[in-house]
Antibody, heavy 116, light 110 residues
């Protein structure tokens, strides 16, 4: 079964750091573009970052310089290193796979709360 | 504020048809593929339409997509109460080098 499972969320103080993980099963993660998408409670979906098959990387402007996307083939996993966290980064973070020019498989999400 | 503009809400009766619009520009919808997603309450988004008008396997033909110029439309026929959800359009923006989500449309089946 094709599946994505996120982990690593939690409560962190403003200015703190978290590393989110997304473990893939049933497919080879490095054979797909992969994305992170977030959703604040009661709000819409917001794209955060993407890494392409060729290693090209893209970020939402407001997270550039603070977030780093990466992947590890040996662990078939995607990561999002989040530094200098702000209250506005509080959200449920999803990882998603690209196929058919769309985000065809999504994880269940991991919650990040930035608060003092 | 989303660069892809969707109506905040739409509603229709069971069995009826509804359309959800998504308006963008030449740097996103006008020159890139549009996809549509359904998000039921408390769940992760689900892909409904890819490549503007194609349905992944398992998506019923009650759902359809179209694109004209810088606008896209999701159509849902034979509405069911189980279709009550938030719907999002998505497109790559070549100028921003970023993925754009529409603000989302809440569908109510009266």
């Amino acid at each position: 079964e094709v599946q994505l499972v996120e982990s690593g969320g939690g409560l962190v103080q403003p200015g703190g750091s978290l590393r989110l993980s997304c473990a893939a099963s049933g497919f080879t993660l490095s054979a797909h573009d992969m994305h992170w998408v977030r959703q604040a409670t009661g709000k819409g979906l917001e794209w955060v970052s993407a890494v392409g098959i060729a290693g090209d990387i893209y970020y939402l402007n407001s997270v550039k310089g603070r977030f780093t996307i990466s992947r590890e083939s040996a662990k078939n996993s995607l990561y999002l290193q989040m530094n200098s966290l702000r209250a506005e980064d509080t959200a449920l973070y999803y990882c998603a796979r690209v196929s058919l020019n769309a985000l065809d498989v999504w994880g269940q999400g991991t919650m990040v709360t930035v608060s003092s | 504020q989303s660069v892809l503009t969707q109506p905040p809400s739409v509603s229709a009766a069971p069995g009826q048809k509804v359309t959800i619009s998504c308006s963008g520009s030449s740097s996103n919808i006008g020159n890139n593929y549009v996809s549509w997603y359904q998000q039921l309450p408390g769940t992760a988004p689900k892909l409904l339409i890819h490549d503007n008008d194609k349905r992944p396997s398992g998506i019923p033909d009650r759902f359809s997509g179209s694109k004209s110029g810088t606008a896209a439309t999701l159509g849902i026929t034979g509405l069911q109460t189980g279709d009550e959800a938030d719907y999002y359009c998505v497109a790559w923006d070549s100028r921003l080098s970023a993925v754009l989500f529409g603000g989302g449309t809440k569908l109510t089946v009266l």
